[in-house]
């Protein structure tokens, strides 16, 4: 499917006035993962750290050994193409990290410039300008002290002095340039799209070049190893060629039998020179796109290894003999020499490919049916009113119109030259490829969705209004039924609504590939979100040109952000300050959207002290940890916490705090924290920085904790269990009591094998009432207060929001209905689970009441911010919840009680065992699957955790079995 990411070169004209730094917040999807075609990657001549380089306007250093996420490299960005990263390197010694692509912000003069990065802490040090076009590929040579950079247009190579920037060469290529590469002695070999395959000597002299033969667009040159030779691959062709990196001359055309429907178009040598590899857009008919690797340097057999469902577009080779790639899934990972791919990252968008027939809208506009895999399969609905992912209606859809009489829309798919009536549609930019169209519902008009934008067109081809910028391509389009509206699926996995007559942007909707989990903003950034669904999406903050831009989760700004109501509405007003209006009872004019303040934005932090692993033996003497306004006037931090795993660690405030922070030599605008650490956990662990402002928490900084002593002994884990049910049978709630005997009961039978001793509670119906229940969780503070202690709290029963304070309310044993000073108030238990230090878990089964048939549901309620609350990184606590938002929590005798029971216990004895082990991980993801089979896709259940601690809470084994 060579057509899906094609390998686009750009082609600029030089000489434009140099941009300036937006200063406006940006808003962004941030999964942890790319979201958008990764387009070039690298390592550290050690292969300690990948680094990655995408369209999505971020670089990203990993763990190779783990794959865990180090950082995030992030640039000043601006609208359109600025900011996109096409080129990466990192120096030898693994300490600076050069990125560039559509950069011009990186040169102050008007040119394209690279941006430079301290790979440690992600500092942005400096940006070398000067260049005259778009950069596609960089590399440093092997004593660090040049850069080349391969440029878009007839503008050539350059080679840049390190670290003065002082230009040392300049090519004379006559077209695109895509690749550079040095070998170990300073050669420098140069691809170029006017077909010649250059080869410079150390000292930067044309020693040869030549005309390929493979194909007529060489894309990627590597030498091997030991410098005698240079292999190829092309844009326009299926060869690869074995070339004399002494000659030039053509040693052979390697075997790509088979390689028939794209191309091989990059490649690279295995460290030890035995093995070849090559990939590109060319895949075997399956769907996956292999990579090809050839023993014996490339003369010997080969064997294909299917690495992605996307082009491949880098291959780097790692010191172990494993080769890194990376794709335009996104995805990257390491293909070992046995065949494994391991680490492996996967996209976290929706891939919405393919997708023409199944992109449809309802009338209004508020539900939109949608894939996420390529041509979309098992497609889902998101209901905007309702706040909810649903199964598709039969009826009532409208998908794009692509026909309609007297305009006639042809060649759209995949071309630079859709035409109208016949006739070329005027108004594209070079290289912009058509992508999607749909026509009005009553004609007149129609949408265009392209590579870079979505256009609006009268029946006569003349542009309606100014083009809607994309973040990338727009694979489908369709009309709501009334016409009011526009819907885009776009390439970075988001679903995007616009006015119809203007294309004014309304609403952003991120479904992830879970299908689980949903968040939707408008364009000022109000939000509605699933449980665990907050942490997607948040602001991209510019510095300046002299520093690396921030992100601002939008959790961290919930108090003032999270307004569910405002999602609908503003698809009914087609306007936001109206939407705003109208849900806050107030005037157009004293509700006007504001615009995200500074001072009420949360500082940063960056650990500044370790290479993502903090190795230790129980103690750590200096500790840093760099803290940052997010502007002079911010007001300042009163308080830093550190937790490990999400439980408290360390809380630093007032003067205790002051005492420990000076400021940073290197960067005025910084302070630095300095503590020593102890009493340090055996086990690997993350440790988690947390700065507070009188505004809001900051994002946190973590690293992983790892254990340099003596082997440790077995932990010796104590087990504490609360569970409380409440039933109501003015409500048909008729088993929350025996859902808590049955949790319970479960952890009476079996907490031996897992546990050194257990404490188990069970509170139900009378004697659960407040003050037993507030009573209860008062012992589990004074009792569970070792960090190897394992809490657990189950709630089932009644719980609704406050209607006046919006705060969530559990209805206690002997409550009135109503009087809410008897319910047991969500704050109160957030308050007694935060402080506890060991680990802890809350399963939630409460709603309010209803019946669908003869199962009785315990209703719908929108937990959202409470769940979320409870979920983030100063709480910590793991929530399993029940049911997403706007679903019923169902039970009936078929499963003895409450379905989330059912599973949650089926789960803990056994049926969600991996190796022995029963996961937070491993139960989550068995419970979420049986409650959504046994409910006909009714209700599904979500697990929130920590997110900056995720990886480590997610692995830990709840119960031993023998499974």
Known sequence: MRWWWLLVLWWVVPGQAAPEVPEAPILRVEAGMHTAPIKRIATDEAGRFLVTASNDKTARVWDLETGALLRVLRPPIGPGNEGKLYAVAVSPDGSTVAVGGWTYLADDEGGVGIWLFDRASGRLTGSLGGLPNVVNDLDFSADGRLLAAALSGPTGVRVLELPSGRLRFAGDEKDSSTSVDFDASGRLVTTSYDGELRLYSADLRRSRSVSTEGGEKPYCARFSP??????????????????????????????????????????????????????????????????????????????????????????????????????????????????????????????????????????????????????????????????????????????????????????????????????????????EMSRSVAIHPQGGRFALGTEWFLRLYDADGQALADPAALPGPAWAVTWSGDGRLLIAAVGDGTLRWYRGTDLAPLLTLYVPPDRQRWVAWTPAGYYDASPGAEELFGWHLNRGRDQAADFVPAAQLRDRLYRPEMIPEILNTL????????????????????????????????????????????????????????????????????????????????????????????????????????????????????????????????????????????????????????????????????????????????????????????????????????????ALREEANRPTDVVMVFLAGHGELDPVYHRYLYKAGGAAEGNHRDYLAGGQLKQHLAVL???????????????????????????????????????????????????????????????????????????????????????????????????????????????????????????????
């Open 837 to 963: 230090p060991g680990k802890v878990v809350l399963f939630v089964d409460t709603c309010a009441a209803g019946t669908v048939g003869s199962v009785a549901a315990r209703g719908r309620g929108d937990y959202t911010q409470w769940l979320n609350e409870l979920a983030s990184v100063e709480n910590g606590v793991v929530v399993f919840a029940a049911a997403v938002k706007n679903q019923s929590s169902y039970e009936d005798d078929r499963w003895g009680g409450g379905v989330f029971t059912y599973a949650l216990v089926e789960g803990l004895e056994g049926k969600a065992s991996e190796r022995g082990r029963v996961t937070l991980n491993s139960l989550g993801n068995y419970v979420t699957e049986e409650v959504y089979h046994e409910t006909d896709g009714r209700q599904q259940p979500v697990t929130l955790y920590p997110y900056d601690v995720a990886g480590g809470s997610q692995s830990f084994p709840l119960a031993r079995t023998s499974r």
């Open 226 to 431: 030991d410098g005698a030779s240079i292999a190829v691959g092309f844009s326009d062709s299926a060869a690869v060629e074995l070339r004399s990196a002494r000659k030039l001359s053509l040693l052979r055309g390697l075997d790509t039998t088979g390689v028939s429907n794209g191309n091989a178009g990059v490649v690279a040598w295995s460290q030890d020179g035995l093995r070849l590899c090559a990939g590109g857009t060319w895949d075997d008919g399956s769907g996956w796109n292999p990579v090809r690797c050839w023993e014996d340097g490339g003369l010997g057999p080969w064997t294909d290894h299917r690495v992605s469902q996307n082009t491949v577009m880098d291959l780097v080779a790692l010191p172990d003999g494993g080769m890194a790639f990376d794709a335009g899934d996104p995805r990257w990972g390491v293909l070992r020499t046995d065949g494994r791919i391991s680490p492996v990252q996967e996209p976290p968008i929706a891939d919405f490919r393919a997708q023409w027939e199944v992109l449809a809208s309802d009338e209004t506009g508020q539900s939109v049916v949608f894939g996420t895999q390529v041509g979309g399969p098992d497609p889902l609905a998101f209901s905007v009113d309702r706040g909810a992912l649903l199964r598709p209606p039969e009826t009532g859809l409208y998908p794009a119109r692509t026909t309609h009489a007297g305009l006639r829309v042809e060649d759209w798919k995949h071309t630079r030259s859709p035409t109208l009536n016949g006739q070329p549609l005027e108004g594209l930019k070079p290289y």
């Open 575 to 778: 306007d936001e300050a109206e939407a705003l209006a109208k849900v806050s009872e107030r005037p157009a004019s004293a509700a006007a959207v504001p615009e995200v303040d500074c001072t009420w934005l949360p500082p940063q932090v960056r650990i500044d002290s370790h290479e993502g692993a903090l190795v230790h033996d129980g103690e750590v003497e200096r500790f840093v940890v760099a803290i940052r306004p997010a502007c002079p006037e911010a007001p300042p931090v009163f308080e830093v916490q550190l937790r490990i795993d999400g439980r408290p660690y360390l809380n630093l405030s007032d003067t205790d705090l002051a005492s420990r922070l000076s400021p940073n030599p290197d960067d005025p605008r910084e302070q630095l924290l300095k503590v020593s650490l102890d009493n340090l956990p055996v086990e690997e662990s993350v440790l988690a920085v947390k700065a507070f402002n009188p505004s809001a928490g900051s994002e946190p900084a973590a690293g992983r904790l790892k254990w340099a002593g003596p082997p440790p002994g077995q932990p010796e884990w104590r087990l504490f269990v609360l569970a409380v049910g409440v039933e109501d049978p003015g409500r048909n709630l008729d088993y929350p009591d025996d859902d808590a005997h049955r949790f319970a009961q479960f952890w009476r039978d079996h907490w031996e094998g897992s546990y050194t001793d257990a404490r188990i509670t069970t509170l139900t119906n009378a004697q659960a009432t407040k003050d037993d229940i507030l009573d209860a969780l008062e």
